[in-house]
């Protein structure tokens, strides 16, 4: 969905090295979402921004930190970097039906 | 825990057969639900969703039931087309402070044959 971008779209990286992925949207949502995907376990939930001031865990948020600096961007950090971090990660925005719009993932394999 | 999952991996079917896809939930305060259709290099799409206090709702060639009683989910594809190939994920959403947050299925392989 052009509306939510995500960059990069590849990255590979090393052990122990601090990445940002980034996120951003057009939709004018106040929700927002990183998840990752890792085969044969579906989305999982990281972190999740109801509004610029809101922060909140998910279901695996260890390793991982968040920046929520407007209501069109939210940013994902891994502080440093470990193998089993190598995924599929996934931003997405919700309206107010909870609907969730993704964008196109970036993959990343740590080294 | 309480936890979201499909019974099936992988569905295999010919173009122009209707495809059932089916979920089991577990958590009996989720009262919304949301298919997604993920394609190869894609992010996930939504594709039809349904609130606990119907049984049943059609879209465009996909309907969705709801069973409460056994907590089940299921979305059927009307003349499955090649287009249709894809994984498709259910999603729970279960309340937290007001707002709605996803649990999402391990997804079931849709391969539809010419």
């Known amino acids: 969905d052009a509306d939510v971008t995500q960059t990069p779209r590849n990255r590979i990286t090393k052990t122990g090295k601090r990445i940002m992925l980034e996120c951003s949207q057009t939709?004018?949502?106040?929700?927002m979402y990183w998840y990752r995907q890792d085969p044969g376990l579906g989305l999982r939930l990281i972190y999740y921004s109801f509004d610029v001031k809101d922060i909140n865990k998910g279901e695996i948020s260890d390793g991982y930190s968040v920046s929520r600096q407007a209501q069109a961007k939210f940013s994902l950090s891994l502080e440093s970097a470990i193998p089993n971090q190598t995924a599929l990660y996934f931003c997405?925005?919700?309206?107010?039906?909870?609907?969730?719009?993704f964008g196109p993932g970036t993959r990343l394999l740590v080294l | 825990g309480e936890s979201v999952g499909l019974h099936l991996p992988t569905l295999s079917v010919q173009e122009g057969d209707n495809s059932i896809i089916n979920c089991a939930y577990s958590?009996?305060?989720?009262?919304?639900f949301i298919w997604y259709k993920q394609e190869s290099g894609k992010g996930p799409q939504f594709i039809i969703d349904i609130r606990s206090n119907m049984d049943k709702r059609q879209g465009q060639r996909v309907t969705v039931l709801l069973n409460k009683t056994v907590k089940h989910l299921s979305l059927q594809i009307a003349a499955t087309q090649p287009g249709d190939s894809a994984v498709y994920f259910c999603?729970?959403?279960?309340?937290?402070?007001?707002?709605?947050?996803?649990?999402f299925g391990r997804g079931t392989s849709l391969i539809v044959h010419p």
């Open positions: 997405a925005t919700s309206d107010l039906r909870e609907t969730q719009y």
């Open positions: 939709k004018g949502h106040d929700r």
């Open positions: 958590n009996s305060a989720s009262d919304y």
């Open positions: 999603a729970e959403n279960r309340s937290s402070g007001g707002s709605y947050i996803p649990t």
